[in-house]
């Protein structure tokens, strides 16, 4: 085995830790445009509302699922409320949840055994907030993958 010591075998490496964290910076900064420009949707306009027993449910790091009716949805903790909705979305609670007929699963609005835990221009006002967020991390990744590629490009020369 042949172990190379000199300047061209660190470079290569030094290029590869570059390229990697150019790499990594230009997906968070895509990750955050898709967010941002996600949370840009108007609200919508109708809303069907489905009231049942909650049949099942999973809690997730960011998202809570259940079941209402045999049919899933899911509670972001971008959603106000978050910890009032781990707390009552329990199977054998009623529910009536409010969503829009363009996606099923997202949660517009919220009752559980009668308590308000969301409703649609509350929901949309956090998913508008979030897309702020989603904003800025989009300005910084994409100037620090621009900084991170003029350097690396700069360096190699």
């Known amino acids: 085995m042949i172990i190379r010591t000199d300047k061209a075998a660190f ?3 030094a290029e590869r830790t570059a390229w990697y964290h150019v790499a990594l910076s230009a997906a968070v900064s895509l990750a955050a445009l898709w967010g941002w420009r996600a949370s840009l949707e108007p609200m919508p306009t109708h809303f069907e509302y489905l009231t049942g027993v909650i049949s099942n449910t999973e809690v997730h790091r960011n998202r809570i699922e259940f079941f209402v009716a045999g049919r ?3 509670y972001t903790s971008i959603l106000p409320k978050a910890a009032l909705a781990r707390r009552l979305i329990k199977p ?3 529910a009536t949840v409010g969503f829009s007929p363009a996606d099923h699963s997202g949660v517009w609005a ?3 055994n009668e ?3 969301v409703q649609p221009q509350a929901a949309h006002q956090a998913r508008l907030s979030n897309g702020r967020i989603a904003f800025w991390l989009f300005v910084v990744f994409s100037a620090g993958t621009g900084i991170l590629g003029w350097r690396f490009v700069r360096q190699s020369r």
Do not use: P
Request: cysteine-free; charged content about 20%.
């Open 72 to 74: 899933e949805f899911g």
């Open 11 to 13: 470079r290569s490496k």
């Open 110 to 112: 919220l009752t559980v």
């Open 92 to 94: 054998g609670n009623t």
């Open 115 to 117: 308590q308000i835990v």
